[in-house]
């Protein structure tokens, strides 16, 4: 864990990285909010990360409903705190957040950058592999490289979250036919390589569980910084009123 700072007060200063989704949906990442009071969003297309407040109050939960409609299963990644009455908690897993501490990044002669055209393909292996949601219009997050082998997309990685000064990591995979090579970890490096030359800091996250996946960050050069969670909860079938109308609920 990195050293905390002190904010008036004496109080614990929130980190950027803290909330990530709010700090990218306010900062780089605002021209794709999409927002209901102080909840923000990605188009459920591009990324399924939303962003409550820090401390989201009754209102924050009655708009974070409205914007994902009556019922809707809702990823919550970071929270820690109670839902209210009404929501259902459908998964709940232990993550950590790991940062550049180090890293050997370097350009790959091997890996290409993926466009618009490669996601039909980039999804297959993500449906094969299970890094974590890749939506139509991800890839519009930021940069993707992959390596082909006999023109076939056997390994990727790229950008999610963009919190200013920082980048994160995301979508590593590899083709099972094709682990065993080293292929997601220069990828990582050539991805964190391109952060580094736009002057930010590589980020990632990864679940508690993959000890695995956390050897090898560790092993490139990240360090943990936060022990985080990974949470959905559904929204309540009844909106109130007021927030039928948002939404157009007859």
Partial sequence: MSATSHGPGG??????????ALASLTGPHAHFAERRGRV?????????????????????WAD????????????LPGYRGAVPEGWEITFRAEGVQLVD???????DPEAVRLGPADVPEMRDLVARTQPGPFEPRTIELGTYLGIRREGRLV????????????TEISAVC???????????????LAVAHGIRERGETPFL???AHNTNAIRLYESLGFRLRLRTA?????????????DREAVGVA
Avoid at 157 to 166: F, N, S, T, V, Y
């Fill in 205 to 207: 996250h990864t679940g």
């Fill in 11 to 20: 109080q614990p200063a929130r980190h950027v990285l803290d909330n990530p």
């Fill in 40 to 60: 923000l969003r990605y188009p459920v297309d591009v990324s399924p990360w939303l962003a409550l407040p820090d401390e989201p109050d009754a209102d924050d």
């Fill in 101 to 107: 501490d180090g890293l050997a990044a370097a350009p």
């Fill in 230 to 242: 990974f949470l959905a909860a559904r929204a309540p079938e009844r909106l109130g009123e007021e």
């Fill in 64 to 75: 974070l409903a409205a914007l994902a409609g009556p019922g809707a299963e809702i990823p």
């Fill in 174 to 188: 590899t083709d099972p036919a094709a682990r065993g090579q080293g292929l997601a970890s220069r990828l990582v």
């Fill in 155 to 166: 390994a990727m990685a790229g950008e999610r979250l963009h919190p200013p000064g920082w």
